[in-house]
């Protein structure tokens, strides 16, 4: 890589030696004036509130880039271990408000906008969001950065830097249409580029053996075909503190021998077009969908992120202790996000003793003591396989790697249960069939020295069944570490109001020790307090209704119970089960059983995988059962429906904070832990629920009496399966006959003969996996008490102080403190500068 010319020495300190910049509103409208004319060399023609927003960002990017070095020089010096976290995914939204809150600019650049004439709602809505996720895995991804920059953790984030992010969803005729996301189209003010940082990354190739002055044989992966990887930092700054950790993303970009040496030669502009095939690795998120299962492209990303990271963690190492990793274990962490990068269990491997010439024994104890793996999924076809084949193609030294780690363990299993022969085939890292694969959550197990769940639940049925094999050969490996959210941005950011209540009343070391909410708990029986939370539940609503207006597309009454289910579209989240109530509730109206009835708004939003054809017919039929049930006069006033477009984090700021009753319904067993379910909860919303996930230990927290529980238990489901009979369950229920029959008649699909007509198949199907049909007599008898306790405002309102009151657990300050002590076992380093 040809490098810029270096300095000769270190550049001046008259360069490097800057005084702190103001924090007062005067310092911040001065440098916003002066990056909106200078920077960006706009004046007073320029409408585009575009180039205000990147102004003020500029200014808020100013007071990180201080603290960001002091965090830098601070680790440096405490020559402190580091853990990092590698991610496909980071799902991190918008970044100017949360760098607002936590550098503690909230006030004073109110007050900076206003004397200039701004508006900070407009600029902050500007933002697009960074949407380099799916959902709750890249979610987390970003929620626990947060937290180790709000500990004082030397953690670093490791991903993409996709150009196309998470697809943007358009409601057409009721369907599901897809655009594509070109989110840095107008700039990231939020990135800065490292290419002095560069590193190269290798595909394809065969790998050839050599003997060097008579030592022992070595290997050589050649005529490989190279990519770069180019790293572009993020700013994680945490709460108030004077940290900014680092996000640190890699864009493929070619290397300039790429398209001479193997593309027609000679042939300048076909050559340099040819770059293309390398600048594809890093153009596009993949949808979380079966159907891009064994995708090349997917490999190669997942590869390049690996070696990437791995590389830049070894080259910063050499850098300050040379070719000496005796203490790289002690000093180094990998957290790996999933199965997704776990390829980097080999290319470590690969990297020590191929570059750095370790032998075998020393680079497996290293590896095996610095990889740890975080499973999310319960689901067996989402396992992550991959053919033999295509890692023989693309990666044929990191196969050879994986084959001898197999060969290893295979070994050490059957010293250990000698002659069990069905136990090799089910524990081998390759899955032998008509084609062989990879098992790389198995590739993961055995590279790691800690395996966890996100969720008590989730990690019990790990350990008893999909990893069974494993917990029993190494139970010290396997932990739970129940998921959170950070309450920065998920409680102070997108609920202000409440936030305020709250600090009004316990004080404001909540935002950083959020299990002191429970000091709100005696609160609940007060009836003054009570109404001002009320009050501040009914503004939010009404912020809802208004943010969502446009989506919207019918009236509603913010007096209504908004009863909310915002996830990806999935049949194991069972948003079908929800539309199947509002089918009832619509039955119930249209034959007059409306007595004492709680007028309710039913709100659904969610992207499905676009090969999905399932999710995306049951975002279809919510479309037309709401379209039925809002223009039926028969309903005015007592029900509404609407499916909100383009879900994403920056909606949800605005819908969890305006929900009454949150829906986690999934079947039980499915959901690893679910997330959304605690940014509900934060914000005083009730759940309705399954014994699924997370929700367990939710209800556990705010206990039973404030908590709408129904539905078969994980073991219910299990031991019911083999004679799983819907139509007993059918039936059995005169309501849930006539939900079939409006269902089944057509009554949602008048001009559309037969598009409802697998959704209605599913549901009488003794193999539906999700089996809806077996809980939806208790889901309607949970939904009526419900609507019954929201009836009565006082209890309700208490139930939601409650609910936001035991909601402390659900912080990642909780669950990254449990990462830590346990698992990283890393020093806070306190910063060198102000907070
Ligand atoms: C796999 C192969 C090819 C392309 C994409 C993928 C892929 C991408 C994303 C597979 C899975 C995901 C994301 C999974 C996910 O978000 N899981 C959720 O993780 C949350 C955080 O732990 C949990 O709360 C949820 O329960 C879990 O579903």
Request: proline share 4%.
């Amino acid at each position: 890589m040809p490098m810029r010319p270096l300095l000769k020495g270190k550049p001046s300190p008259w360069l490097t030696d800057l005084p702190p910049l103001g924090m007062e509103a005067e310092d911040l409208a001065r440098d916003i004036r002066h990056h909106f004319n200078c920077t960006l060399g706009r004046d007073k023609h320029c409408k585009s509130a575009h180039y205000s927003y990147t102004a003020l960002a500029l200014a808020v990017r100013d007071r990180l880039m201080e603290r960001w070095k002091n965090t830098h020089y601070a680790y440096e010096e405490a020559d402190c271990k580091h853990a990092y976290y590698l991610s496909m995914e980071f799902l991190m939204g918008r970044a100017l408000g949360n760098a607002m809150l936590n550098l503690g600019l909230d006030n004073p650049l109110h007050k900076a906008l206003h004397s200039i004439g701004l508006e900070l709602e407009e600029l902050v809505e500007s933002e697009p969001d960074a949407g380099l996720g799916n959902g709750g895995l890249g979610r987390l991804a970003a929620c626990f950065i947060d937290s180790c920059a709000t500990l004082q953790l030397p953690v670093m984030g490791y991903g993409l830097r996709y150009e196309y992010g998470m697809f943007r969803q358009n409601i057409e005729d009721g369907y599901q249409v897809e655009e594509p996301d070109h989110w840095l189209r107008n700039g990231h003010v939020w990135e800065l580029e490292r290419p002095e940082l560069t590193v190269r990354v290798r595909f394809g190739g065969r790998v050839e053996t050599y003997e060097e002055h008579d030592r022992r044989k070595n290997l050589r992966w050649v005529e490989t075909h190279d990519v770069l990887a180019v790293p572009y930092d993020i700013p994680v700054p945490g709460y108030q503190n004077g940290t900014v950790n680092t996000l640190r993303l890699w864009k493929a970009a070619a290397t300039d021998e790429f398209d001479l040496d193997e593309f027609n030669a000679g042939d300048y502009a076909e050559s340099v077009a040819a770059k293309n095939v390398a600048e594809h690795i890093s153009m596009v998120l993949y949808p979380n969908d079966a159907s891009e299962n064994g995708k090349e492209l997917r490999l190669r990303q997942q590869y390049f992120l690996a070696s990437a990271s791995l590389q830049d963690v070894i080259r910063k190492w050499v850098a300050n202790h040379g070719e000496d990793f005796s203490q790289f274990a002690e000093k180094n962490c990998f957290q790996l996000n999933d199965t997704h990068p776990s390829i980097a269990v080999a290319e470590l491997m690969r990297l020590l003793i191929d570059e750095h010439e370790l032998n075998w024994d020393q680079a497996w104890s290293i590896t095996s003591r610095t990889m740890a793996y975080t499973n999310h999924t319960l689901l067996p076809e989402a396992l992550e396989r991959w053919p033999v084949r295509l890692f023989r193609q693309l990666l044929p030294r990191l196969l050879e790697i994986i084959f001898e780690i197999n060969a290893r363990f295979l070994s050490e299993v059957s010293a250990r249960w000698p002659g069990d022969i069905d136990r090799l085939a089910r524990m081998s890292l390759i899955e032998e069939g008509w084609e062989q694969q990879v098992r790389m959550a198995y590739l993961a197990i055995v590279g790691s020295f800690s395996v966890n769940g996100v969720a008590e639940l989730h990690s019990n049925l790990l350990m008893q069944g999909l990893f069974r094999d494993f917990y029993e050969m190494w139970p010290h490996k396997f932990n739970n570490k129940t998921n959170g959210i950070t309450p920065r941005r998920w409680l102070a950011w997108c609920n202000p109001k409440l936030a305020a209540l709250i600090t009004e009343t316990i004080g404001e070391g909540w935002v950083t020790d959020l299990s002191q909410l429970n000091k709100l708990a005696p609160y609940a029986d007060d009836p003054a307090f009570r109404k001002r939370w009320r009050e501040i539940k009914r503004a939010n609503k009404e912020r809802l209704l208004e943010h969502k207006k446009a989506e919207l597309g019918v009236e509603v009454d913010p007096d209504a119970m908004f009863d909310v289910q915002v996830k990806r579209m999935h049949e194991y989240k069972r948003q079908l089960l929800n539309v199947l109530h509002v089918i009832h509730l619509y039955d119930r109206i249209k034959r007059g059983d409306k007595a004492d009835w709680t007028p309710r708004c039913v709100l659904f939003g969610g992207k499905a995988a676009p090969g999905y054809v399932m999710a995306k017919r049951i975002i279809k039929l919510i479309n037309n059962v709401a379209n039925v049930v809002n223009h039926d006069p028969a309903t005015d006033g007592l029900l509404k429906v609407t499916f909100m477009p383009n879900y994403r984090v920056s909606a949800m700021e605005v819908i969890c904070a305006g929900a009454d009753l949150s829906e986690q319904i999934s079947t039980a067993g499915k959901e690893a832990s679910g997330t959304g379910n605690m940014k509900f909860m934060m914000n005083g919303a009730l759940t309705i629920g399954t014994l699924d996930g997370a929700n367990i230990e939710i209800r556990q927290e705010v206990g039973a009496d404030n908590f709408f529980l129904f539905g078969l238990t994980a073991e219910e489901v299990e031991s019911m399966r083999p004679h799983y009979d819907p139509e007993s369950f059918i039936n059995r229920s005169e309501d849930f006959r006539r939900v079939m029959h409006l269902l089944e008649s057509g009554h949602f699909n008048q001009f559309e003969p037969g598009i409802f007509d697998s959704i209605a198949q599913s549901i009488r199907s003794p193999h539906d996996p999700w089996m809806t049909a077996a809980d939806f007599d208790g889901y309607v008898q949970a939904q009526r008490a419900a609507a019954a306790a929201y009836k009565d405002q006082e209890a309700w309102s208490r139930m939601s102080i409650l609910n936001c009151a035991t909601s402390g657990k659900f912080s990642t300050d909780r669950t990254i403190g449990e990462y830590n002590r346990d698992i990283w076992k890393l020093q806070p380093v306190p910063s060198l500068s102000v907070k």
